[in-house]
Structures are given as structure tokens and as C-alpha cells.
């Protein structure tokens, strides 16, 4: 049914988020732990203690096996993910942003030769060669890390680019630099939760307790700053999406409990592990990664929320129609197409019997038309993870087809879920379908 890609129960844009918000942790740190690197680095000639370094070679290990082997996993995870859920979506973002991949890759290459001519150098180059490879890797990942935000924050905030289709209108769009800021902030913490826990494993317990201390710092100063960043970012935001993000109903009151829990435990733990830096374990420090990891989850499901109806906002809605014209890019919505040739035609591959609606394949039409429009955002089955169609058929009291009809003629007045688009007859099947869903 290409471009729809439904996943039975779980709902393909859940999918992203598992993947998406656990390539946070690898990729935040890839870009982060270099920095503590180079300074422990830096201390250790400076103050001549080479026993510093016993933690440098652990952390670098680290690094490379959680950033580069499961960061990459998870990395290539997303782009098959968000390529089969929304290939649309997908287009335009290559259309736009080719370039700005291509550089970020080049940042990308310079990190793993940097990241492997370091880990196999140690001793080997002198020690001001051997510094500047690290803060080789420490600019390059930071680089890419100023590339990929401008491409992620255009999707929520498209800014000048609607008028213009600029590449760099787009690109500083109003939410990149407090989201770059927040991002930069916040990666510092990530790193300093891995050096708590690598650190908890050294023997040599003069080396723990200055790795620890410094690491606490490092977290404390970054959780600060990155919440602050993350008030800036919030009210950042387009207009259109702040009112949205004031619907109670569409985010649940606790994922900013969450998000705001999380935060008040890592600030606990790193003023627990700044005062009694021997108190460090390594379960409680994975527990600490764990517990970041949910806030995470819950802060990225909160943007999602907030970007509804949209996948790029005011430009292509989250079922993948286009929603605007685009006249410096040559592109028009698709609405007015699909409203006069309906949508079971517009789309490429509905079977040829379902193309045309008649009083018998009504209700199988149906839910071809909700698996187009409605699957991005409500998984079909009443065992569904994400927004089940019954359910939510239920809760609008749907239990005729005149209700079902009406409900759908007024989709276009609900602020997060896109117009219907399609004939009079599509409505009227889809209202067959959704009515059959009550139960
Ligand atoms: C962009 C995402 C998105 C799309 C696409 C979408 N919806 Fe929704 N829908 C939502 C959200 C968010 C809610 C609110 C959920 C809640 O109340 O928990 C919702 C709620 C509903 C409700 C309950 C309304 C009420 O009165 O409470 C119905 C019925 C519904 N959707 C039907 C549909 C149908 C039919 C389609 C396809 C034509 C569709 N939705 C497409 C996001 C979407």
C-alpha cells in the first residue's frame, strides 16, 4: 500500500519514537565525551598524574562501543524507519536537505577516523599530537551534531523557508539555535553520566574521586543550562503549535512530570556523586542513564504532540498530504486533487476493485481510506498501542453513520488532526467503517 506502511498494534510512528529517542543517548554522547576527554586529557600532562588517563582509554572504549556500534544501529534504525512510515515526509527532506546530510556525513567520516586514530595512538604520538586528535573528534562531532539540529528543527519550525524555500531560511529557522543550545547543554550531562559510570569501575580510588567530582560538575552545569535552554526552545515555538500544546488533551498532564522528574533526579544524583564521589556505583549509575532515557522519551513524545497535524509544520501533514502550496519549489498542496479525483484514485497502489465505491465493498473502502489518512496517528486495532481508531470511535459516541459523516466534516476544525480529503462518497464509507469499529 506504498506509501502507507501500517504496523498492526504498535503504530509505525511508535516505531520512531523507540528508536529515535534511544539514538539520543549514543549520539549525545558521541558528541559530548570528547570535550571531558581532552580536559582529563589536558590535566593529566598539565599536572603530570598519568594515571589519569587509566580512565581516558575505559571512557574511549566506551564510546566506541556504545556510540559507534549501537549509535550506528539505531542511527541507520531511523532512517529505515521514518523512509517505510513516511516516505513523503522523507522526499522532502532529501529535496531540501541533501546537501546539509552530505556535509553533516563528512563530519561524520572525520569522527570514526578520529575516534580509532586516537584509541590506537595512546603512547604512540607525542602528547600534543595526541590532544589535537581528540579535539579533532570533539569540533567534528560538535559539527555535525549544528548540522543535523537545523534539518531536525525544520520540521517543526519551518519559518521563513514556507515563503521563500531558501535553504538556509529553513535552516535557521526560530527554533534551531535554542534547540542547538539546549542540545549543546544537555550532552554535556549525558557525558558526565558515562564517566560516573565508567569511573565506578576504576581501582585507583584517587583517579575515581577527581573523575567523579569533575563529571558531577560537568552534569550539573549542563542539566542547568539545558533546562533553561529548554523554557527558550518551548516558547520558541510557532504560534500555531503553542496553542495546540495548551490542549490538555493532547499532552497527557504527565510526560512534563516526567520529563520534569527526570531532571530533578539526575540534578539528586549529581550532587549525591559530587559530595560522596565514592558512593558511585555502576547500577545506580545505569539506573541514572535509564531514567534520562525516559525523559527523553517523554520531551521528544511532547514535540511530536505539538507538530500535530503536521510532519512539517504548515507543509506536509503526518498522513503525508500536502497541505500548502509551495510556489518557490514548484509544489501545490494536494487537497483540492484529492478532494475532486477522491483519494482511493490519488493514491498509487489501492487494488482496482476498491477504486471505485459501491454499496458492497463500502466498509472495505473505508478503512482503505483510514489506513491512508488516519494510520499515521491512530492504529486501526482496539488493541492498538497508539490512539486506537475504536476507541477514540467510542469516545466521539460514534454509533451512526450520519455522527461518523459529521464528525469527519469537521476533522478540518480540529487543530491536530488533518482536514479529510476525498469525494462525498469516501466520507460517507469511511463513516461506514468507523461506525462498524463501535462497539
Ligand atoms: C496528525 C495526527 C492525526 C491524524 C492523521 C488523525 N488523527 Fe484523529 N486524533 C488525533 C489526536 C491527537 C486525537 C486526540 C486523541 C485523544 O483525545 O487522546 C485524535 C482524536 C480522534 C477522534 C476522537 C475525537 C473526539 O471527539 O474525542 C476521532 C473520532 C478521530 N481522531 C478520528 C480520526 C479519523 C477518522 C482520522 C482519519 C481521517 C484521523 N482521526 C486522523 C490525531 C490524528
Known amino acids: 500500500m506504498y506509501p502507507v506502511w501500517q504496523l498492526p498494534v504498535i503504530g509505525s510512528a511508535l516505531v520512531i519514537a523507540f528508536i529515535a529517542s534511544f539514538h539520543i543517548l549514543p549520539s549525545h554522547l558521541a558528541t559530548s565525551a570528547f570535550w571531558f576527554n581532552v580536559y582529563v586529557e589536558n590535566k593529566a600532562y598539565k599536572q603530570n598524574r598519568p594515571e589519569l588517563l587509566e580512565f581516558i582509554k575505559k571512557y574511549v572504549l566506551t564510546i566506541l562501543i556504545f556510540s559507534f556500534v549501537f549509535g550506528s544501529l539505531s542511527g541507520v534504525g531511523i532512517w529505515y524507519s521514518i523512509t517505510v512510515s513516511n516516505p513523503k515526509g522523507i522526499s522532502a527532506l532529501i529535496h531540501n536537505y541533501v546537501w546539509g546530510w552530505a556535509t553533516e ?9 578520529a575516534i580509532y586514530v586516537y584509541y590506537y595512538t595512546f603512547d604512540k604520538v607525542d602528547k600534543k599530537t595526541h590532544l589535537t586528535i581528540g579535539l579533532i573528534y570533539a569540533i567534528g562531532s560538535w559539527i555535525s551534531m549544528i548540522i543535523i539540529t537545523g534539518i531536525i528543527a525544520f ?29 549543546t547543554s544537555f550532552m554535556f ?46 516558547k520558541a515555538l510557532p504560534k500555531a503549535a503553542e496553542e495546540v500544546s495548551e490542549m490538555t488533551a493532547l499532552i497527557p498532564k504527565i510526560l ?40 527523553i522519551f517523554s520531551a521528544e513524545s511532547m514535540r511530536e504532540r505539538i507538530r500535530k497535524p503536521y510532519v512539517i509544520d504548515q507543509y506536509m501533514y503526518s498522513n503525508q498530504i500536502i497541505s500548502n502550496d509551495m510556489i518557490p519549489k514548484q509544489v501545490r498542496s494536494n487537497l483540492s486533487d484529492i478532494d475532486t479525483q477522491g483519494i482511493l484514485r490519488y493514491s498509487y497502489f489501492v487494488p482496482a476493485g476498491l477504486q471505485v465505491i459501491t454499496d458492497k465493498n463500502m466498509q472495505q473502502a473505508g478503512q482503505v481510506i483510514a489506513e491512508i489518512e488516519c494510520s499515521a496517528c491512530h492504529t486501526l486495532q482496539s488493541n492498538g498501542w497508539l490512539r486506537p481508531l475504536p476507541d477514540m470511535v467510542k469516545k466521539a459516541g460514534l454509533s451512526n453513520v450520519d455522527d461518523a459523516e459529521a464528525l469527519i466534516g469537521f476533522l478540518n476544525s480540529f487543530p491536530f488532526m488533518p482536514p479529510f480529503a476525498g469525494t462525498d462518497m469516501e466520507k460517507k464509507a469511511l463513516a461506514v467503517y468507523l461506525v462498524s469499529l463501535y462497539k
Open 105 to 113: 556525513w563528512v563530519f561524520f567520516v572525520i569522527e570514526i577516523v
Open 155 to 183: 520540521m517543526l519550525s519551518p519559518g521563513k523557508w514556507l515563503k521563500t524555500g531558501g535553504f538556509f531560511d529553513g535552516f535557521f529557522n526560530p527554533t534551531y539555535v535554542p534547540q542547538l543550545l539546549m542540545r
Open 189 to 234: 550531562a549525558v557525558a558526565a553520566l558515562y564517566a560516573i559510570v565508567v569511573a565506578a569501575t576504576l581501582k585507583n580510588k584517587e583517579v575515581k574521586s577527581f573523575i567523579i567530582r569533575r563529571a558531577s560538575l560537568w552534569g550539573i552545569a549542563g542539566t542547568v543550562s539545558g533546562s533553561l535552554f529548554f523554557i527558550w526552545y518551548y
Open 256 to 295: 512534563p512530570h516526567v520529563v520534569i522528574g527526570s531532571l530533578i533526579v539526575l540534578m539528586v544524583w549529581f550532587v549525591f556523586t559530587l559530595i560522596k564521589p565514592h558512593g558511585a556505583r555502576l547500577v545506580p549509575g545505569i539506573l541514572a542513564i535509564l531514567i534520562l532515557l525516559t525523559g
